[in-house]
């Protein structure tokens, strides 16, 4: 039995060794830089999206960095102007419910005690209970307090807000020039196919974001009619938040959209509080059937059962932006595929009659 060269075993041992700690190394330097790789997905993607409306100024004469300035700054204005409707909305409400709590407990009881005739709250339980509606009133106002301390968090949010940006801004920018930089990797022919991957992913995320705009202006004036008409409190302003979210937090995102306009109303009247469930509720069954197909008829569909698997992963992956971006993302993947691997008619293996036929005796 021929035995193996120490020499041969030692370099075989070396390589293996060398390779491991190669893997090991790439793996580390994978996770030390993932939340570069993570804003550098977002960027791409937000890049991808932004692209149609920059194309559509840069064919119109305008400079593509001016383009691409003046739809950054539509953006930017939009989404602050959503967060800084929004946020007073929330704090306000949030705070009036909590030093609310003991009247709420308190009419709950008077109802059920002149219905029912049943005392639910003796004397010394209401004096509990309105000890801890102070309790809580005066644990919100800690938390409230307290939210100075999260300014390194909020520091840190902001730095990758803005590195995202600065990202996407030269993504799009210089996109003829990073994509001639790709493309010169490549043959002739692999060139022609990944420029068309590339233009089928801007089209299809782009129509995905703008079908998801137009639905969440459609909604957003919906709510607010509905708010106006019902004289609740804040009524532009929750009507953006129900539109927007409804539309960009895909699934849950029009019943946790709902919940705020609804404790809105609650707080002045129930009976309020109840017509705005049963009208928005009303308007989603009136988007799925009706508005909704209209608008995404040139979108891809996906199937519910692919989107709630794309939903969790993304969820799983990146949290709450991996939820956002789990549709188009979806979407991009499934056009991709569609376009890109040839599919092959089914052969008919289902008619009963022609296999009887064929196989009936004396037949053939």
């Given amino acids: 039995m021929n035995e193996i060269p120490s020499s041969s075993l030692r370099r075989a041992s070396l390589t293996v060794a060398l390779t491991l700690l190669g893997v090991l190394a790439v793996v580390w330097f994978l996770i030390q830089v993932k939340v570069l790789l993570y804003m550098i997905f977002v960027s791409l993607f937000i890049a991808v999206a932004l692209e149609p409306a920059v194309q559509f100024l840069d064919k119109r004469g305008w400079r593509r960095g001016a383009a691409t300035g003046v739809v950054f700054l539509a953006v930017a204005v939009a989404s602050i102007g959503l967060v800084a409707s929004v946020v007073p909305v929330v704090i306000g409400q949030a705070a009036g ?46 938390i409230a307090g307290g939210l100075v301390g999260f300014g390194s968090t909020v520091i840190g949010a902001t730095f990758q807000a803005f590195t995202i940006a600065l990202f996407s801004f030269y993504m799009i920018a210089e996109a003829p020039k990073l994509r001639r930089t790709v493309l010169s990797f490549l043959p002739a022919r692999r060139q022609r196919e990944a420029l068309r991957i590339w233009e089928i992913a801007v089209e299809k995320t782009g ?3 703008y079908s998801r705009t137009i639905l969440a202006i459609v909604g957003a004036a919906f709510t607010t009619g509905l708010l106006l008409v019902l004289d609740v409190d804040f009524a532009l302003a929750l009507g953006i938040w129900v539109g927007f979210l409804g539309q960009f937090v895909p699934i849950v995102g029009t019943y946790l959209g709902a919940v705020l306009p609804i404790l809105v109303a609650l707080a002045d009247d129930p009976i309020k509080a109840l017509w705005v469930g049963i009208g928005l509720v009303a308007y989603q069954q009136v988007e799925n059937l009706v508005i909704g197909p209209r608008i995404t008829a040139r979108t891809m569909a996906i199937h519910p059962a692919v989107s709630v698997g794309a939903i969790v992963m993304g969820g799983t992956m990146m949290g709450a932006s991996g939820v956002v971006l789990a549709l188009p993302v979806t979407a991009i993947v499934q056009a991709v595929i569609s376009t890109t691997i040839e599919r092959h008619q089914v052969v008919d293996g289902g008619d009963e009659d022609a296999t009887a036929t064929r196989f009936k005796p004396g037949v053939g």
């Fill in 207 to 209: 129509a995905y974001v």
């Fill in 97 to 142: 419910l909590l030093s609310d709590i003991p009247d709420y407990l308190g009419e709950v009881e008077r109802l059920v005690d002149d219905w029912l005739e049943i005392d639910l709250l003796t004397p010394s339980a209401e004096e509990e209970v309105t000890g801890a509606g102070s309790l809580l009133e005066r644990l919100g106002t800690g």
